[in-house]
């Protein structure tokens, strides 16, 4: 019979390709990892690892096992988790895949909430790209992931919608328009802007807004692209340009340093989604964070409704 505690030994060795550095994260000795390892290649008739001097290498058998394996090293883990939770406590990790606007500006909050009601909770965020977040949900290694892009999620992932983020203009103080209480969508092309990167959430809303009224965003004078929404929040304070912004960041890091700009008729916004595998069993922590979200999201609109 399989030995978990043997698989989660070979993962390690695995990811590090060195049995000194493994044994020395699972607090083990070398000739421990050593044994183990063995142990699996005799069960498995097969090499895992390919010993070339003082380097290790996968084998194509070893290179097969490591994605099993993890399965059975998450598994396992819901296993615990699960007994655990039965004793009616939530405890566990908890990964989400996130974009970087939902990431920065609205994950730490609800998770400081989440993790103040479930003390036993042990949360990692990873801030990447749209993309990479999704990646990080079909390949396992996030419980959840957050993303503007409500196409991007694949079938086999249930998500909801629980965060409208409005999309700004902004100006530098001194930038005519600051001293207008509107401008028309026309004027939009007689600015210098700053634009976030070809895949963001917010350039693909601005780009959807402008349409409507017949505008491309090739029409707009461009002279700045920038990967963040705070390089490009403090790019307009330096009065390079005006841009449009997540409502987040305005309000966090440039509100009273830059004007707001009302576009007449022109109302942007970005949904934020929240996704998980519906074909992979969820953990304790991860269904207690979906409710917690879902919980908060409902409070939040009736208090609007009031």
């Known amino acids: 019979m399989l030995d978990a505690h043997q698989l989660n030994v070979f993962l390690v060795a695995a990811e590090s390709l060195n049995f ?15 044994q183990h390892i063995q142990e699996l290649e005799r069960h498995f008739g097969t090499r895992l690892f390919l010993r070339l001097g003082r380097r290790l290498k996968l084998t194509d058998a070893g290179e097969a096992l490591v994605p099993l394996a ?4 998450a598994l396992s883990i819901r296993i615990d988790e699960r007994m655990e939770s039965l004793r009616g406590e939530v405890y566990g990790h908890l990964t989400i895949g996130c974009s970087t606007t939902p990431g920065r500006y609205l994950l730490p909050g609800l998770l400081a909430s ?10 990692t965020c990873q801030v990447s790209s749209r993309q990479r977040a999704l990646e990080m949900l079909d390949e396992g290694l996030a419980h959840l992931a957050v ?5 991007a999620f694949k079938k086999d992932v249930e998500f909801r919608k629980f965060f409208t983020d409005p999309i700004v203009l902004i100006a530098p103080l001194g930038h005519p328009w600051a001293q207008r209480s509107s401008i028309q969508p026309a004027d939009l092309t007689q600015a210098d802007f700053i634009l976030r990167e070809e895949m963001s959430g917010t350039r693909a809303a601005v780009i959807e807004g402008l349409g409507k009224f017949g505008l491309g965003i090739d029409q707009l004078r461009v002279v700045l692209t920038l990967g963040s929404s705070e390089a490009i929040a403090l790019s307009v304070q330096e009065g390079i340009g005006v841009a449009f912004i997540s409502g987040m960041v305005y309000e966090r890091l440039a509100r009273d340093r830059v004007a707001l700009i009302e576009v007449a008729g022109l109302s942007l916004s970005q949904d934020i989604f929240i996704g998980r595998h519906k074909r992979r069993p969820a953990t304790a922590a991860q ?5 917690f979200i879902f919980d908060q999201a409902d409070r939040a609109a009736g208090l609007t409704a009031e």
């Open 114 to 123: 989440f993790l103040r009601r479930h003390p036993k909770v042990e949360a």
């Open 20 to 34: 000194t550095v493994a044994a020395r994260e699972l607090h083990m000795t070398q000739p421990s990892v050593s």
């Open 70 to 73: 993890r399965e059975m090293s």
């Open 147 to 151: 993303s503007s892009a409500r196409h």
């Open 287 to 291: 269904t207690a964070f979906w409710e």
